[in-house]
């Protein structure tokens, strides 16, 4: 029931900020996990970050710790990725994922519903 459609995607300077919303449709947006994952220019997908339904707990790759920010307002049926101090090594499409009876994960064969994607890129 949920399809998430993330935006906020970019290009950035290093050093600098980016935050991605992913909008969710369906009324039990708040009984998902959700994760956001990335895919790098000829790579694998790989985790970010995710959060648990109420938004009290979260996890993050090591890539990203310190520096990224996962959290969700389930009034409005959005999650977000705010992504401070970016370097070149976080350019890749960007997705948001939803998964349903669960915790949250980082196994991406985990998640249900999936978003397109959208391009975050990051000069030197």
């Known amino acids: 029931q949920v399809q998430p459609v993330e935006s906020g995607g970019g290009s950035v300077q290093a050093g600098g900020s980016l935050r991605l919303s992913c909008h969710a449709s369906?009324?039990?947006?708040?009984?998902?996990?959700m994760g956001w994952f990335r895919q790098p220019p000829g790579k694998e997908r790989e985790f970010v970050a995710s959060i648990v339904r109420s938004g009290s707990t979260t996890d993050y790759a090591d890539s990203v710790k310190g520096r990224f920010t996962i959290s969700r307002d389930n009034a409005k049926n959005t999650v977000y990725l705010q992504m401070n101090s970016l370097k070149p090594e976080d350019t890749a499409v960007y997705y948001c994922?939803?998964?349903?009876?669960?915790?949250?994960?980082?196994?991406?064969?985990?998640?249900?519903?999936w978003g397109q994607g959208t391009q975050v890129t990051v000069s030197s």
């Open positions: 994922a939803a998964r349903r009876l669960g915790m949250h994960t980082r196994i991406s064969d985990n998640y249900n519903y």
């Open positions: 369906g009324r039990l947006f708040s009984t998902y996990a």
